[in-house]
């Protein structure tokens, strides 16, 4: 079964740094784009950025061009989202898709930010 | 930048209806559109991609059409595992469409 298993939720304080994860298992995870999209509490969906594990190649969103960093280790099938300082406004649930074909599918099940002081 | 721009944001329409919803593109794009249903607390799931082929498991109530600027989601007959947001996608920048609840009537 091709899935994709994100870390467990965070509460940061602002100014803090952060790298949530979204390991991917059943499938060649070089041969995949990942993508990050964030759900901000009570919005749409928002793409952030796309990593090709297999080389690195990593594009951002303008809107999240940085503002956030995307990487991944493919010895252990796992993409990355970090911060190096949170804001208040970064409080969001965060998701990764496997991009494939026409479409990311399937997804990871998110991980709830929430950055408060 | 491509935006999308879907309509209604909000619908309310009852078990057995006909819903159709309408996602528009800045400029065209091909049929490189997905469409993804979201419940709440759940993550997305892939419905529809390349506009209208049906992802493998969705229901054959639910349709896609369109191409270029214009593309519709349309449900043949609202079940009550329906009730939920749609988004579409665009697959070349990948922008999301803003989304349409769908509500109980």
């Known amino acids: 079964e091709v899935q994709l298993v994100q870390s467990g939720a965070e509460v940061k304080k602002p100014g803090e740094s952060l790298k949530i994860s979204c390991k991917g298992s059943?499938?060649?995870?070089?041969?995949?784009?990942i993508g990050w999209v964030r759900q901000m509490p009570g919005k749409g969906l928002e793409w952030m950025g796309i990593?090709?594990?297999?080389?690195?190649?990593?594009r951002y969103s303008p809107s999240f061009q940085g503002q956030v960093t995307i990487s991944a280790d493919k010895s252990i099938s796992t993409a990355y989202l970090q911060w190096s300082s949170l804001k208040a406004s970064d409080t969001a649930m965060y998701y990764c898709?496997?991009?494939?074909?026409?479409?990311?599918?399937?997804w990871g099940q998110g991980t709830l930010v929430t950055v408060s002081s | 930048d491509i935006q999308l721009t879907q309509s209604p944001s909000f619908l309310s329409a009852s078990v057995g209806d006909r819903v159709t919803i309408t996602c528009r593109a800045s400029?065209?794009?091909?049929?490189?559109l997905a469409w993804y249903q979201q419940k709440p607390g759940k993550a997305p799931k892939l419905l529809i991609y390349?506009?209208?082929t049906l992802q493998s498991g969705v229901p054959s109530r639910f349709s896609g059409s369109g191409s270029g600027t214009e593309f519709t989601l349309t449900i043949s007959s609202l079940q009550p595992e329906d009730f939920a947001t749609y988004y579409c996608?665009?697959?070349?920048?990948?922008?999301f469409g803003g989304g349409t609840k769908v509500e109980i009537k």
């Open positions: 390349a506009a209208s």
């Open positions: 990593i090709y594990p297999g080389d690195s190649d990593t």
């Open positions: 996608q665009q697959l070349n920048s990948y922008p």
């Open positions: 898709a496997r991009h494939l074909g026409g479409a990311f599918d399937p």
């Open positions: 400029q065209g794009i091909s049929s490189y």
């Open positions: 059943g499938y060649s995870f070089t041969s995949y784009w």
